[in-house]
């Protein structure tokens, strides 16, 4: 891989010194083509061992700059959302994983069932990088990407304060009868 062609590519390191020529030792890449772009798939590695993996997709740097880490869940879910619509696969956490297929289905279903386990399996991937170490852990052995989201939901949601507002002033508005 040229200079150009790794300057085209985001990569930091953990420390933040970022990859340069001078430091790779190793790489391992496969290019495919892509709408006419090249994709350079594999690993970068440095003089330190650190390993670079260049990202599909570019916002993704999201939610490496903003983990969730316990606080912060309304803003980790939104960007979440943000990075899987980009990638078209939104759709695992808004709807349930099927865990098997009935006898008798079409080729159709059989590619479309395929193709939601891969997505499902990529968006678990995206939910757990997306954590901090801590938290990491506690969802580690959690298979389904509803079950992850769902707990995360009942321990860290906070209920929306407007909804909590106009709940009580209609509360206090209604007439005893």
Do not use: C
């Amino acid at each position: 891989m040229e200079m150009e062609e790794i300057k085209r590519l985001r990569y930091d390191s953990v420390d933040g010194s970022g990859l340069t020529s001078s430091n790779v030792i190793r790489l391992e890449s496969s290019v495919s083509r892509k709408n006419g772009e090249a994709e350079y798939l594999g690993i970068l590695l440095d003089k330190n061992g650190i390993e670079y993996f260049p990202q599909d997709n570019p916002l993704t740097v999201i939610l490496d700059n903003n983990k969730f880490n316990r606080t912060n869940y309304a803003d980790w879910l939104r960007n979440l959302r943000i990075v899987l619509d980009y990638e078209n696969q939104g759709y695992i956490i808004d709807k349930l994983f099927p865990h098997t297929l009935p006898n008798g289905s079409s080729s159709e279903e059989h590619e479309m069932f395929e193709r939601w386990h891969a997505d499902h399996h990529k968006v678990r991937s995206i939910i757990h990088a997306s954590m901090s170490n801590d938290v990491q852990k506690q969802y580690d052995r959690l298979d389904d990407v509803a079950s992850i989201l769902q707990r995360m939901k009942e321990v860290y949601a906070i209920p929306d304060r407007h909804t909590g507002y106009v709940a009580t002033k209609e509360f206090f508005r209604a007439k005893m009868t």
